[in-house]
């Protein structure tokens, strides 16, 4: 297979902004430093749409912004539609040399949560339709910590902006007490 992308490209920049005059540089990050049995599984994401902390910056939350409809379904990656298409889901690193400010931080692979992994509602098919694009760490009442994440899509992605969109999936709420093994254990999506 030829490769996805510069191993040099930068998926996640880390600043320590203390200082906003003078931001200063902690580390940067891209998806060839995750273990290589994960790898395979987020190579064709088209970008980390966005991220988001737990409330002791320990651990990083990342939408992956994959799927044949991401960017207009213009991804060109080499990967197999179907690899492309469950690179949808979130990433959680562990943050916790960045927030004890470590000389030479890390970032750490905790999980990687594919919408292909589970479904639990059967409008949502495998997550091909879908580009994950928010991620949002909240704390229930209940006392269990868990992800809110959303898709982005929409009608003109596949050239009928007058249509409704053909996208399946919308957002999810994602329990993470288990951080090794994130579940969705709610879904939501328009009437």
């Given at each position: 297979d030829a490769p996805v992308l510069n191993p040099t490209r930068i998926d996640l920049h880390?600043?320590?902004?203390s200082e906003p005059a003078n931001p200063r540089r902690l580390l940067t990050w891209n998806r060839l430093q995750l273990p290589a049995e994960v790898q395979p599984r987020v190579l064709a994401t088209?970008?980390?749409?966005?991220?988001?902390?737990?409330q002791d910056g320990t651990r990083i939350y990342l939408a992956l912004y994959g799927g044949n409809n991401s960017l207009g379904g213009n991804n060109n990656n080499p990967i197999p539609a179907q690899n492309q298409r469950c690179s949808n889901g979130l990433l959680i690193l562990d943050s916790s040399?960045?927030?004890?400010?470590?000389?030479?931080?890390q970032?750490?692979?905790?999980?990687?949560?594919?919408?292909?992994?589970?479904?639990?509602?059967?409008?949502?098919?495998d997550g091909s339709t879908a580009s994950a694009?928010?991620?949002?760490?909240?704390i229930h009442e209940n006392g269990k910590p868990y992800i809110v994440s959303t898709d982005e899509s929409g009608a003109g992605l596949d050239g009928e902006w007058t249509q409704h969109p053909r996208q399946r999936t919308f957002s999810r709420l994602i329990d993470i007490s288990?951080?090794?093994?994130?579940?969705?254990?709610?879904t939501f999506k328009p009437d």
């Open positions: 880390v600043l320590d902004m088209t970008n980390f749409h966005d991220v988001s902390s737990n040399e960045v927030q004890a400010r470590v000389p030479n931080p970032l750490k692979y905790v999980s990687f949560l594919s919408w292909c992994d589970q479904q639990i509602d059967p409008d949502y098919g694009h928010a991620t949002e760490y909240v288990d951080e090794q093994n994130p579940r969705v254990v709610v």
